[in-house]
């Protein structure tokens, strides 16, 4: 397994932009998390798909924000209209059908 | 109040000490425990995972979870300066669960 991956790992916008971040899951992992970290915090969930479909949200996945991952393979996460409390690191993991979950390099949002 | 809690730290300790690392939580669904290491601007790397109460031991890592206690630990023995990093425990009530996390505790291990 090559890990799971991240892109871009850094990415800096003005406000009221859109980004799009990428996901790629360990290989067969059918289970796949987005999570926000900021500093000094641990993460937070934000949204969980199983294979295609997206089964989880949380309350943090403004309306602003996004995430498909089309046949069942990688993600992506969508954030339209930035702010600057969307600053943040932005964390995917995955996981085989067990509660073990792989995080990537994570993507560092900084949005001015 | 938050459903897991963790000391931010700093902990800082000599090379070869034994750490000891805790997280409490509330929430009695939680049966599935891990704790993660993450690096300054590093993915959380997974460290530990045990189900259920228990003992689990790793080589230099010992996870320990009484749920009756609401208590988790992870002791480190013969730390060593690599393993100078933020250890964060989260926790999940099912296989397909969401993790939640503590804030995690940065550890520094001096030589």
């Known amino acids: 397994d090559t890990g799971v991956s991240q892109n871009p790992r850094h990415k800096i916008t003005k406000r009221g932009q859109n980004v799009t971040f990428r996901c790629d899951p360990i290989s067969e992992h059918n289970r796949l998390y987005w999570y926000r970290q900021t500093l000094g915090q641990g993460p937070e969930f934000l949204t969980y798909?199983?294979?295609?479909?997206?089964?989880?949200k949380s309350r943090l996945l403004s309306d602003r924000f996004s995430a498909e991952r089309p046949k069942g393979s990688f993600s992506t996460l969508e954030i339209q209209r930035t702010e600057q409390g969307d600053s943040a690191m932005y964390l995917c993991?995955?996981?085989?059908?067990?509660?073990?979950?792989?995080f990537g390099p994570g993507t560092r949002l900084t949005v001015t | 109040q938050k459903e897991v809690e963790q000391d931010p730290g700093p902990l800082s300790v000599p090379e070869g000490a034994i750490v000891s690392l805790n997280c409490t939580y509330s929430?009695?669904?939680?049966?599935?425990f891990m704790w993660y290491r993450q690096y300054s601007r590093k993915g959380p790397e997974l460290l530990m995972y045990?189900?259920?109460?228990g003992n689990k031991e790793d080589g230099r890592f010992t996870a320990q979870v009484d749920k009756s206690s609401k208590y988790i630990s992870l002791f480190i023995r013969d730390s060593q300066p690599s393993d100078s990093a933020t250890y964060l425990c989260?926790?999940?009530?099912?296989?397909?669960?969401?993790?939640?996390f503590g804030t995690g505790t940065r550890l520094q291990v001096t030589l």
């Open positions: 045990t189900y259920s109460s």
């Open positions: 989260a926790m999940s009530a099912g296989t397909a669960s969401k993790l939640t």
């Open positions: 993991a995955s996981s085989r059908d067990s509660y073990e979950q792989y």
């Open positions: 929430n009695s669904a939680f049966q599935y």
């Open positions: 798909f199983q294979n295609e479909a997206q089964l989880e």
